[in-house]
Structure formats: structure tokens, C-alpha cells
Nanobody, 116 residues
Framework: QAQLVESGGGLVQAGGSLRLSCADS????????LGWFRQAPGKEREFVAH????????YYKDSVKGRFTISRDNVKNTMYLQMNVLKPEDTAFYYC?????????WGQGTQVTVSS
């Protein structure tokens, strides 16, 4: 069964860093554009960043530009989100999916909590 599995979340103080990983399992997503999304408590899920299948084009939500970096390694079938200078408003569950997202590929997500 094809799935994407997120990892790397945790609790960090404001100003800290985390690196999230998204690994595919059961199917290679190397030919898909991929993205990171997040959902904060009581809010709708929102787009954070996406990367082309080759990794040569990226796009970010305005509020994370300059702080987050999306990348991928198609040999390892893994996508990353390096998050620096984290803010309390970055607290959310983070998910990866194709771009545009495909419903069956939503995983459990990984929780990121930023304390002030």
C-alpha cells in the first residue's frame, strides 16, 4: 500500500530548529511534486511549502519564507523540511502529500510544538 510517513517532530523552544522527514513506502513518489502542509488546533489544514519532482523548484507560504527550507532526495525517496527560527505560531501537526494533495496519501502527521 502506497503511503507517505512523516517524522521528526517534537517540542522546541521559540528560535529553535527541527528537521522533518517524509519517506515513501510501498510506492515511489520520486516523479511527483511533493509538499508540506500543517494543521494547527482548531484551524484548517494549510499549505506550507512544495518542491518539484526534480527538486529544482520550490515555493513557500509567506510566513515561513526565509525560515523553512524544503528539499528532497529521490535516491532515498525522502523529502525534508528544515525549520529554523521556529515561532509559537508554527505549532501544528505537519503532513506531507503530493501537490496537489491526494486524499488517500494523508498520513498521521508529525507534531511540532514551539514553546514561547
Amino acid at each position: 500500500q502506497a503511503q507517505l510517513v512523516e517524522s521528526g517532530g517534537g517540542l522546541v523552544q521559540a528560535g529553535g530548529s527541527l528537521r522533518l522527514s517524509c519517506a515513501d513506502s510501498g510506492y515511489s513518489f520520486s516523479s511527483y511534486a511533493l509538499g508540506w502542509f500543517r494543521q494547527a488546533p482548531g484551524k484548517e489544514r494549510e499549505f506550507v511549502a512544495h518542491i518539484s519532482w526534480r527538486g529544482d523548484s520550490t515555493y513557500y507560504k509567506d510566513s515561513v519564507k526565509g525560515r523553512f527550507t524544503i528539499s528532497r532526495d529521490n535516491v532515498k525517496n525522502t523529502m525534508y523540511l528544515q525549520m529554523n527560527v521556529l515561532k509559537p505560531e508554527d505549532t501544528a501537526f505537519y503532513y506531507c502529500n503530493t501537490v496537489p494533495p491526494i486524499g488517500v496519501f494523508w498520513g498521521q502527521g508529525t507534531q511540532v510544538t514551539v514553546s514561547s
